[in-house]
């Protein structure tokens, strides 16, 4: 990877950042945001389909589907750390047969990758310095169904971000920074791939947000 933003990610989230939230996800379930996106997309039914988990840290996403059906799984991460970890649960689980681990920036690897009907990328975007780039990118990827957790974009949100990425800098000594991206923005980038909003829910502090190819 040469971006600095995901080299930031490898430092951050780290083998024992995995485990926590491993352990959260299994004592806890998903948080609502991420249930609701994985509800949303197995609504629309995953049988005998492909998904694309971009930043999928622990596998939340997949493990919770793979039940459910899904063909292929192909996981992308800038974290080795979390590709381990998710790779080790899916074994777990049953399901790693099914699954691609790939370590790397989703906008590096996407030529190398082969279209899915299902492309998430939770809390994925926040992580990325270059917003159009990883958007467009993984729309490119979407054949169907396009599913993203993102926070929302007021004024006190960036605010927060701000003071956060100071005290990064400061005290954590990574390269790894917050993003608040216009939703706007996104979804006008969404728009010019062909993918239309779908479905719309607010949780909290974050948008779910689902997009179906025109």
Excluded at 29 to 37: H, V
Excluded at 56 to 69: D, K, M, N, P, S
Excluded at 74 to 83: E, G, I, K, M, P
Excluded at 194 to 201: A, C, D, H, T
Aim: aromatic share 8%; glycine share 8%.
């Amino acid at each position: 990877m040469t971006r600095p933003q995901c080299c930031g990610i490898e430092q951050m989230f780290d083998d024992k950042t995995a485990q926590a939230d491993l352990k959260t996800y299994l004592r806890k379930g998903p948080s609502k945001a991420t249930r609701e996106l994985i509800e949303q997309v197995a609504q629309g039914g995953v049988e005998g389909k492909r998904l694309l988990d971009i930043g999928g840290g622990v596998g939340i996403i997949q493990h919770e589907l793979a039940g459910r059906g899904l063909a292929r799984i192909t996981h992308v991460d800038a974290s080795t750390a979390y590709l381990k970890t998710a790779q080790e649960e899916a074994e777990r689980r049953g399901h790693a047969g099914r699954a691609d681990f790939r370590f790397g920036d989703l906008v590096e690897l996407a030529p190398e990758l082969e279209p899915a009907d299902i492309v998430t990328l939770d809390r994925v975007i926040c992580c990325y310095d270059d917003m159009p780039a990883l958007v467009a990118a993984s729309a490119r990827l979407a054949k169907g169904l396009y599913a993203i957790v993102i926070p929302i974009d007021g004024r006190w949100v960036a605010r927060g971000a701000a003071v956060a990425n100071f005290f990064l800098k400061l005290f954590a000594r990574t390269q790894y920074r917050m993003f608040i991206h216009s939703t706007q923005e996104i979804e006008r980038i969404l728009d010019e791939h062909g993918l239309r909003r779908s479905f719309y829910k607010r949780r909290g502090f974050w948008q779910v947000i689902l997009y179906q190819r025109a």
